[in-house]
């Protein structure tokens, strides 16, 4: 026993002698993937530095003086300029400051940590952290403002770094505003100073940030992906901007609860990053890995929810939409004819002329209940829709009131009362209910309810509603604290859960809910939403402060919102079109592009006639609107091009266009080509031009059940003549691991007829070649082999 018992002993302490040597060679070489953060002093700066990021701030103001990404050599900052912050007092933004000083937290371990103070005033102190920790590539802010005075502080601006140098010829922002936008060369194409997104309220995505980050960067270079990881729905303002001749980037918060003695705090962390510059969907890819955890996505996916909880019909049977169609007169020509020549169930959202009082974009807007009831819908429409096997949704200004209409007292004591300088493009000039009070509340559903009840509507729409406005109320007699920003938008929430509930409950079944716009705190109590920026530069409305740069194509529309929540999100309707020639061949590439990023491609006339039938228009004394007649004539071929693409996306696409998760999209070897397009659906701007396009459009989507998993190609010739195709496609770049069955699909019709062509086994990589027909969309897709 003893000779057994030494022979484990030495072997014990043999294993102990080896456990310890490797563990110090693995820590050393935890270490060298890992390096440490140490501080070091440069002239008046401190340095926070650990190999792979350096950020450095003045000694003498705290200002954001150097930010280096070290691994990369780019020195994004190294200037002294700057201003620390800004403190928005009484809608004036303020810099100044008594006296600063800082010191390293030393409660923190993982890495190195700053605290900086500002005296503002006696009373008055502002309270930034800067953490930079070991082995990482991304800097770390948060801040707080103590407040002991009798004055209230709106908001803080904090970080700022300013003073960022060009990071390459080819460098590009893209920014949530409007759902996804890039602007290329920044600093060059950003007017005068303050240009640019000076102002970027988040929720809101009319004239702010749909999401919580954005990123600049250089292709192959690297660049800044910048975030606000908040899940509670803080108001917020998420900034990149031209200053002093460079580029700035800032977060501002604030408008929460403004009063006496009473400061803020971020608490949620805003992170600089370090990136590759490998596009926008790198930064879209990390953002997406925490935003696809909070709140507003715990309902799950489209796919995995049960039927009594999303719109099937509209994910599902839909292939065209409608917008401002006359509520109030007969169309059921033009009705007939879009169902008969797309010959897949519509979706119309109808004009606002279906109201007891009146409802226009420039005759005034209804006030209390008594304005709203009895509906005044058109019953040939309705009819006809319900006989087609159609959708319909009213158009309602559910929160835009006129307060000198029927109980205007109440209306007064329940308007949004403004702040005076709302940060942001829209100024705020009309009269809005306060989403918090029980009146709003209580008039939103029993209104919507009534509304079912006299017209079985399909669904509800809601124009300049939550995603168009700041979540800001300065009232101090609503019961919600002076600014409100989270509670505004709590409140926008429950008002829609709870006027759909009360809708399912008078229907039997599912009501879905749209808006104008959409902002990812509402992606789960909403099915739809309207946008038109997809359609640029033939569009109008929102993106209108860059109309220069989109109609020369140094700004375009990215699909952001749609790549990081679509199998998550409400549908998107876009497009803003016409079914007749004088709108030029953009339309062919709007089309695609819509339809192949997630959309319903939608027919808008709120602001011009309906295409001429045999010579007849709509007459502008019976709209809502005061148009100018046109007279153009309805386009059948125009018509049978978008009958493909809505055949696809309710057959063989569905899984993939309703459903499924965008992917990056191949990159495709194809000419170039310049479309016409004019834009006249719309009281200004009636411009016309030429725009370049790539003559292919594509997108790329995977679709994951618990059964099975597939991917697609989707591409689409939006030319006039055939096209060569190459592209490579790599399966293991998107994880399809092993043998898969490729085939191309096309001819896509109403009936779920479409011909295959089978292009046999792929394993990994592939360089593919097809030839594509003027005006056709196709469907690449490959899918698993059966054993």
């Known amino acids: 026993m003893d000779k057994y018992y030494k022979k484990a002993r030495l072997a014990n302490i043999i294993m102990a002698i080896f456990l310890i040597l490797t563990g110090c060679a693995q820590s050393k070489d935890d270490q060298n993937k890992n390096p440490q953060t140490e501080t070091r002093s440069e002239g008046d700066m401190v340095i926070l530095d650990n190999g792979i990021v350096e950020i450095g701030f003045s000694q003498i103001n705290g200002s954001i003086t150097k930010l280096t990404d070290v ?12 201003k620390p912050f800004r403190i928005d007092r009484g809608g004036r933004l303020n810099d100044s ?23 503002i005033e006696e009373g008055i102190r502002l309270k930034g952290r800067i953490e930079l920790a070991d082995g990482s590539d991304q800097v770390s802010f948060t801040s707080e403002l103590e407040n002991s005075t009798s004055s209230g502080i709106n908001a803080v601006e904090y970080p700022i770094i300013g003073r960022i140098n060009s990071i390459g010829q080819n460098d590009y922002l893209a920014h949530p505003y409007v759902t996804g936008l890039l602007i290329e060369n920044p600093l060059k194409n950003f007017i ?22 954005f990123t600049y960067y250089a292709e192959g270079v690297g660049g800044l992906y910048c975030a606000a990881y908040d899940g509670d729905f803080h108001q917020k303002w998420l900034n990149f901007y031209k200053n002093g ?12 609860d403004i009063g006496p003695n009473k400061g803020m705090k971020a608490e949620f962390p805003f992170i600089v990053k370090m990136i590759n510059g490998d596009s926008w969907y790198e930064a879209a890819d990390i953002y997406k890995e925490w935003a696809v955890k909070q709140k507003w996505t715990q309902k799950g996916r489209l796919i995995d929810r049960a039927d009594n909880d999303k719109a099937v019909w509209l994910l599902e049977e839909v292939g065209l939409s409608t917008f401002g169609i006359d509520a109030g007169y007969d169309r ?14 519509v979706f119309h959202i109808l004009g606002p002329d279906w109201v007891n009082d009146v409802q226009t974009f420039d005759r005034g807007v209804p006030g209390g209940y008594e304005d709203w009831i009895p509906t005044k819908f058109n019953k040939e429409n309705l009819e006809l829709i319900k006989a087609q096997g159609d959708y319909f949704a009213p158009f309602e200004f559910d929160f835009l009131v006129d307060p000198n209409k029927s109980d205007g007292a109440n209306l007064r004591k329940n308007l949004i009362l403004w702040p005076d300088d709302p940060k942001s493009h829209d100024k705020y000039t009309f009269n809005m209910l306060c989403p918090f009070t029980d009146y709003t509340k209580n008039l939103h559903v029993n209104r919507d309810v009534q509304v079912y009840k006299e017209a079985s509507v399909d669904s509800m729409y809601y124009d300049i509603s939550a995603n168009n406005l700041i979540k800001t109320c300065m009232s ?48 789960d109590v909403l099915d739809y939403y309207q946008a038109r920026a997809w359609a640029q530069p033939s569009s109008a409305l929102e993106t209108w402060p860059f109309r220069n740069l989109m109609k020369s194509g140094k700004a375009q529309m990215i699909p952001m919102f749609t790549y990081v929540y679509h199998e998550y999100a409400p549908v998107r309707l876009d497009g803003w079109g016409k079914l007749v020639e004088e709108i030029g061949d953009l339309f062919y590439h709007t089309v695609a592009k819509t339809y192949l990023w997630g959309g319903l491609y939608e027919l808008n006339y709120e602001y011009s006639p309906m295409e001429a039938i045999d010579g007849v228009e709509t007459p502008p004394e ?11 004539e309805f386009s059948p071929e125009r018509a049978q091009y978008i009958t493909q693409f809505a055949a696809l996306r309710t057959g063989a696409g569905n899984r993939y266009l309703a459903y499924g998760t965008m992917r990056r999209p191949v990159d495709i070897d194809a000419p170039k080509k310049k479309l016409s397009w004019y834009h006249y659906n719309h009281s200004s701007n009636n411009e016309k031009g030429q725009y370049e396009v790539d003559s292919v459009f594509t997108s790329t989507w995977e679709f994951a059940d618990q059964n099975e998993r ?18 490579e496609l790599d399966l293991k770049a998107y994880g399809f691991e092993g043998d898969w069955n490729i085939r191309l699909l096309s001819g896509f019709d109403s009936e779920g007829n479409y011909r295959i062509e089978n292009l046999g086994l792929m394993k990994d990589m592939k360089t593919l070649t097809l030839m594509l027909d003027a005006h056709t969309v196709y469907m690449l897709e490959a899918y698993k082999i059966e054993n």
């Open 97 to 119: 400051f008594a006296s600063f000083s800082y010191e390293k937290d030393k409660e923190y371990e993982n890495g190195q940590a700053y605290i900086l103070m500002w005296e």
């Open 245 to 256: 001749g460079k580029l700035e980037l800032s977060l501002m918060y604030g408008y929460e």
């Open 710 to 727: 597939s991917l697609a190609v989707m591409l689409a010739n939006v030319t006039d003549e055939t096209v060569e195709a190459e592209f």
């Open 622 to 632: 019976e709209h809502y609107w005061k148009f100018r007649p046109r007279g153009y």
């Open 476 to 523: 101090s007699t609503h019961g919600h604290p002076i600014g409100a920003g989270r509670i505004m938008t709590e409140s926008y929430r429950e008002i829609y859960q709870k006027t759909k509930e009360a809708l399912n409950e008078t229907a039997g079944k599912y009501i879905p809910l749209g808006t104008e716009m959409i902002n990812e705190t509402l992606i």
């Open 332 to 345: 059921t020509k033009w009705i007939r004819l879009y169902h008969d020549t797309v010959k897949t169930p």
């Open 71 to 82: 691994k990369r050599n780019i020195s994004f900052v190294d200037d002294t300029a700057a």
């Open 192 to 213: 005068g100073d303050m240009g640019g997104l000076r102002y970027m309220p988040y929720p809101e995505s009319f004239s702010g940030a749909s999401m919580q980050f």
